[in-house]
């Protein structure tokens, strides 16, 4: 049972290049997340996913998008990176009113 | 807008002192709390979920409660040892969506 899986760990990226950062989870959950952390401002919400099929934004969306392919996969893409992305991404799956289960994380650095 | 807050933001105690760690939200209206632990340059760790309806949730060293009318939630970690040297973060979810607290730094000093 792998949980939370997340692709790359690591990326370094040019300013104005794109990716897809993949997640994956196999815990059955209908609910995903994608979070970027950053020193002093705690987790913020990119988007989510309350269900297949549906998508919405979080906190902080500009810059990014992404696509709930099926329950078990949501991927976040960067259109043109800039520096501002540098942080590290966290997904995370959670069930209905149970706990959320977040992946190790990807370190993006945009130079 | 849900505002999570979590003081102090670090908390040094020498082995075998009791934790006592505080979070606040402003809107009352949750689903559940989440605690969460996470280690440096990890993913976060689940540790507590409390339901709306509960007031505390136990285990092993660990225990929260919760408050709903106030709008606090306190994790309580019996015994500290060095191995629980991480940062603690809470999080509220009103709706689908978790809202975290930037978290407490703690070490324990052996």
Known sequence: ??????????QVLKTGQSMTLQCAQDMNHNSMYWYRQDPGMGLRLIYYSASEGTTDKGEVPNGYNVSRLNKREF???LESA??????????AGMGVNTEAFFGQG?????? | KQEVTQIPAALS???GENLVLNCSFTDSAIYNLQWFRQDPGKGLTSLLL???SQREQTSGRLNA???KSSGRSTLYIAASQPGDSATYLCAVCPDYKLSFGAGTTVTVRA
């Open chain 1, 106 to 111: 990807t370190r993006l650095t945009v130079v």
């Open chain 2, 50 to 52: 409390i339901q709306s």
């Open chain 1, 82 to 91: 800039a520096p501002s992305q540098t942080s590290v991404y966290f997904c």
């Open chain 2, 65 to 67: 409660s919760l408050d």
């Open chain 1, 1 to 10: 049972n792998a949980g939370v899986t997340q692709t790359p760990k690591f």
């Open chain 1, 75 to 77: 991927s976040l893409r």
């Open chain 2, 13 to 15: 105690v020498p082995e």
